[in-house]
């Protein structure tokens, strides 16, 4: 559904984008990650056709952002990361206006917006102002809007900055009946563990240059080219992991063997796929290997390393 190839976009000799390329399947729940500066903003004003690419494209459901805009933005609901909403409104009005602005035709208008109203829970709060909404309502109100032409994509850029714990987890559930309604989802954020229950994949954009893209499962398992293995030994054979230790010690790839109760523990720098050659020399030697863990990254450690440093508040 969106489709994007080498997008570029330099501010002076500065690349706050450089040859990003990535996809995101329809029905996906996308999460785009990054520090502060990374060039996610960036990113989504070239997608949303508000900023022209200097170099490279992207497509969304098969329209190219650069030839054609007007369709693109029929086809995508983009929520920018500040608040602009007309205060002295009513959240009725607000809506109003913008069902007008997109050409809503007069017999639809009004259940289209009453629709909207009440996927997004402001069905009670129709007269009230603008200006007094929280900054939770706020958003939802802006969500609202981006929904009026039920767009297939939605492009939301850091949606939950600056809501509490409550009015995010609130706006998680509506992202994801917002998905089961059969929306393609793009979203953005620089924390990780705020995403990472929600999405079905992931992008990680540092520096202007993505890191790393997949499913959250996939980036786990690239990741796991460094992890903690423990080789759990026989019970009543505490004698051997002596023995045990001395043979993984001399294994490329196996790093800090540590003796611990009824096991070893071992980093081991390979592929998941390739741990059955740390296990064969020691049943090859008859050690009686009962059980063996892998502790797997969460997101957040994974992150941490793809990002090292750069990070500013
Ligand atoms: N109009 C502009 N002129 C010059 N530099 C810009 C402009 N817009 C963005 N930049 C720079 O490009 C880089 C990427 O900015 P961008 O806003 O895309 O980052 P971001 O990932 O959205 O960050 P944040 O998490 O803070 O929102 C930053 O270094 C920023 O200073
Ligand atoms: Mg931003």
């Given at each position: ?69 007007q ?19 009513t959240?009725?009005?607000y ?43 706020a ?99 505490g ?7 001395q ?67």
């Amino acid at each position: 559904m969106i489709c994007v190839r080498n997008l570029t976009k330099q501010f002076g000799n500065f690349y706050a984008v450089n040859k990003v390329s990535f996809d995101v399947a329809a029905g996906e729940i996308f999460g785009f990650i990054g520090p502060n500066g990374a060039g996610k903003t960036t990113t989504i004003r070239m997608l949303a056709t508000l900023l022209e690419p200097d170099d490279g494209t992207a497509w969304i459901d098969g329209l190219c952002i650069r030839t054609k805009q007007q369709e693109v933005r029929r086809k995508i609901g983009y929520m920018p990361d500040y608040f602009g909403v007309y205060e002295g409104v009513t959240v009725w009005e607000y809506l109003d206006f913008f069902a007008r602005a997109y050409r809503i035709p007069v017999k639809s208008r009004n259940r289209i917006i009453e629709d909207c109203m009440a996927l997004t829970d402001f069905s009670k709060l129709r007269e009230k102002l603008v200006a007094s909404l929280s900054k939770g309502m706020a958003q939802r109100l802006c969500l609202a809007k981006t929904l009026l032409h039920d767009p297939k994509v939605l492009i939301l850029d850091e949606p939950t900055s600056g809501l509490d714990p409550r009015a995010r987890i609130e706006f998680r559930s509506l992202i994801k009946e917002l998905s089961n309604m059969g929306k393609t989802i793009f979203i953005s954020s620089h924390i990780l563990t705020e995403l990472s229950e929600c999405v079905t994949s992931i992008g990680i954009i540092e520096k202007g240059e993505m890191v790393v893209s997949g499913s959250p499962q996939e980036i786990a398992r690239k990741m796991s080219s460094s992890a903690t293995l423990r080789i759990m030994i026989g019970i009543h054979q505490g004698r051997r992991l002596a023995e045990a230790a001395q043979i993984l010690k001399d294994l490329p790839k196996v790093q800090h063997v540590q003796e611990k109760q009824l096991g070893l523990e071992i980093e081991y720098q390979g592929q998941a796929e390739e741990v059955y050659l740390v296990l064969k020399p020691l049943v090859m030697a008859d050690i009686p290997v009962v059980s063996v863990e892998q502790s797997t990254q969460n997101l957040e450690n994974i992150f941490m390393n793809l990002t090292k440093g750069g990070l500013e508040e």
